[in-house]
């Protein structure tokens, strides 16, 4: 799972002190930084962890090196001496291999590795306290001790449309607010959510095998135009919010934003009122996390210049037990979640904008597959 979608543009914008990469850069010239992203909840997994490096050249960022460590050993346990071990596994996806003159690219499946993952019958327990293990060679980094907080229920979703100012003035951003509506319980309390998706596409082979509009099909199996794409997390930056002006009394507030960009509300295949499954998640977090998360906004929505420092710096829960002054970047959380759905409809939108023209196998858009998905059955 994914909900550090921003630390990577903090962690550009903090190392960012020039514009230009020497050329000359030698390997032995590369500092990696670690940069660890993930969480636990109190569902079942499996729950991943991904572990990067994040690398920069003698102070000079090239615009993001990142490399994922291999041959790691990560384990998360718990304040019973439970120990679980997360393993990276191998997965099939269709994927497009290269793309050569000509626009007729190579289809084919390939493997590839998950991130770190923990076992899928593997879930937190509120009021339990866990920590996150990394050993790679000789150093270990560990995070500090996270115990899992109670999450108040979702009473109730409610949806918005909502036009942002875009690039382009006639054009605006547009979509669909989604507000939870939950009692906070007395008390300093902290919030994070998460957005999930599910909208269908078809994709039509418009070219044939001597089309050159890079829409072919894998001849080896014909094929698939119909496909159901999940979005987990979808794109976004991390809604994080305190309880300072709502304490204990029932409220409402925005957490997400789905935008229309031209797929997600065009399907007329299916019925007008289950145009687009929207799961949302809600946390309670720590001050810990609601301060890290605040900072990865700040360096997100900054106005300056590259040049300028960084308004905050951004650290996080995981350190290197050898050499605590070895900068390690990312937050491991363990968070009991509040699950509730709702659909959109066509008719929650004011517009609905054209959608790009897509085609060729459906199954290299990221999220895709064929199955029928349960909320849509």
């Known amino acids: 799972m994914r909900i550090f979608t921003l630390i990577l543009l903090g962690i550009w914008i903090s190392f960012l002190t020039a514009c230009i990469t020497p050329a000359d850069i030698e390997p032995s010239d590369f500092e990696p930084i670690l940069v ?58 269709k994927d497009i291999l290269n793309n050569p003159p000509g626009c007729a690219p190579s289809v084919d499946f390939v493997n590839v590795k998950t991130n770190f993952q923990t076992p899928e019958n593997f879930k937190g327990e509120v009021g339990r306290t866990y920590t996150l293990e990394i050993i790679i060679g000789s150093q270990t980094y560990r995070s500090e001790p996270q115990t899992i907080l109670p999450t108040p229920a979702i009473d109730d979703l409610s949806l918005a449309f909502a036009e942002r100012p875009g690039i382009d003035e006639f054009n605006p951003i547009s979509g669909i607010e989604i507000r939870s509506s939950w009692e906070d319980p007395s008390g300093n309390n902290f919030y994070m959510w998460r957005l999930n998706g599910i909208y269908r596409i078809s994709t039509p082979d418009i070219g044939g095998p001597n089309s050159t509009a890079c829409c072919l099909f894998d001849p080896a199996d014909g094929g698939e135009s119909e496909c159901w794409i999940l979005e987990k997390n979808v794109p976004g930056k991390v809604r994080a919010l305190s309880d300072r002006f709502f304490d204990g009394i029932s409220t409402t507030e925005k957490v997400g934003f789905i935008e229309d960009d031209g797929l997600r509300f065009s399907s007329i295949e299916i ?54 002054t070895e900068r390690v970047l990312g937050l491991f959380g363990a968070f009991d979640v509040q699950k509730r759905s709702i659909f959109i409809n066509r008719s929650d939108l004011r517009f609905i904008k054209r959608f790009p023209m897509v085609c060729g196998d459906c199954r290299v858009r990221a999220g895709a597959q064929v199955e029928i998905p349960e909320p849509f059955k």
């Open 271 to 324: 019925p007008p009122n289950k145009q687009y499954y929207v799961e949302v998640e809600q946390y309670s977090i720590s001050l810990e996390a609601f301060d890290f998360f605040s900072r990865i906004d700040i360096l997100a929505t900054i106005d300056g210049e590259i040049f300028d420092p960084p308004p905050v710096s951004i650290g996080g829960n995981i350190s290197n037990i050898a050499d605590p």
């Open 36 to 93: 660890v992203e993930g969480f636990i909840n109190d569902d079942f997994g499996p729950h991943t962890i991904k572990i990067t490096r994040l690398g920069r050249f003698a102070g000079v960022t090239d615009g993001g090196v990142i490399r994922r460590v291999e041959g790691a050993t990560v384990t998360i346990s718990d304040d019973l001496g439970n120990v679980v071990s997360l393993f990276r596994r191998d997965v099939v996806r």
